[in-house]
């Protein structure tokens, strides 16, 4: 009898934990309901393209970067590519080479129905969107400039060198004013080099003082000497009646 029933428990305890198993695996494993609602998980394709050189010498060191390398992928031998498992988004496609510039591309991937658009890549002005052709489409002819190309010469920008107005203002200067002076009145001639001569020194033995040339330069030496001489004449004609 003590045999019957330890075997009985034993049997009963066996019967629920097959059922216990049975019952947590059918839990853990998704409906299909569950699977449709699940993100849907595509693929970027495209094709790169360089003109006029040969394939076997960027293929190597060529390679797609997705969002700054979270997806990355390899070029075929023909330059096509595939990139597998992107979540839905946008993400930004680059082409990254040696020697070449690629403009980059937008990607937009619908999480309802998964389709995959293409769009330019518009830095400035996010809300402009020009749409692409899908599968993405990468080609170039030019190649990477590391180095600023030295401007060519030309006469504009040597007559804009500083050097070169300082050498060429003052010879303008003496041919024009020689021309000038010939057409003017003789008091104005004779003014003028009156004003050029307080420029130079060597006559009064130093250079004149800030009053006198700014007297001179606006007009006021001229009246200032006319009333000196009128002082002066007046002075000996009365010393002369005397």
């Not at 590519?81 to 979540?87: A, L, W």
Request: aromatic fraction near 8%; charge should be positive.
């Amino acid at each position: 009898m003590d045999f019957f029933g330890t075997y009985t428990t034993l049997l009963i305890i066996s019967l629920c934990s097959i059922l216990l198993f049975i019952r947590s695996s059918a839990a853990e494993e998704p409906s299909d309901g569950a699977e449709s609602t699940g993100p849907l998980l595509q693929t970027i394709e495209g094709k790169v393209t360089i003109d006029g050189t040969n394939t076997e010498k960027w293929l190597t060191t060529t390679f797609v970067s997705v969002d700054g390398g979270r997806y990355h992928g390899f070029l075929k031998a023909n330059g096509e590519f595939e990139i597998h498992g992107v979540m839905p988004g946008s993400y930004l496609v680059e082409v990254v080479a040696d020697n070449y510039v690629f403009e980059p591309q937008r990607v937009d991937i619908s999480s309802k129905s998964g389709r995959v658009r293409a769009r330019k890549a518009n830095f400035l002005n996010s809300k402009t969107i020009d749409h692409l052709p899908y599968p993405l489409k990468f080609r170039t002819g030019k190649q990477a400039e590391f180095f600023e190309k030295r401007e060519p010469w030309s006469i504009v920008s040597t007559l804009k060198n500083p050097m070169v107005l300082l050498l060429v203002a003052p010879m303008i200067l003496m041919l024009i004013i020689p021309r000038l002076m010939k057409g003017m009145d003789p008091e104005d001639k004779k003014e003028m080099q009156e004003k050029m001569t307080m420029l130079t020194p060597g006559q009064t033995g130093g250079m004149p003082s800030i009053e006198e040339y700014l007297t001179n330069f606006f007009g006021g030496g001229s009246t200032a000497a006319t009333s000196l001489s009128k002082k002066s004449t007046s002075g000996t004609r009365k010393g002369k009646s005397r």
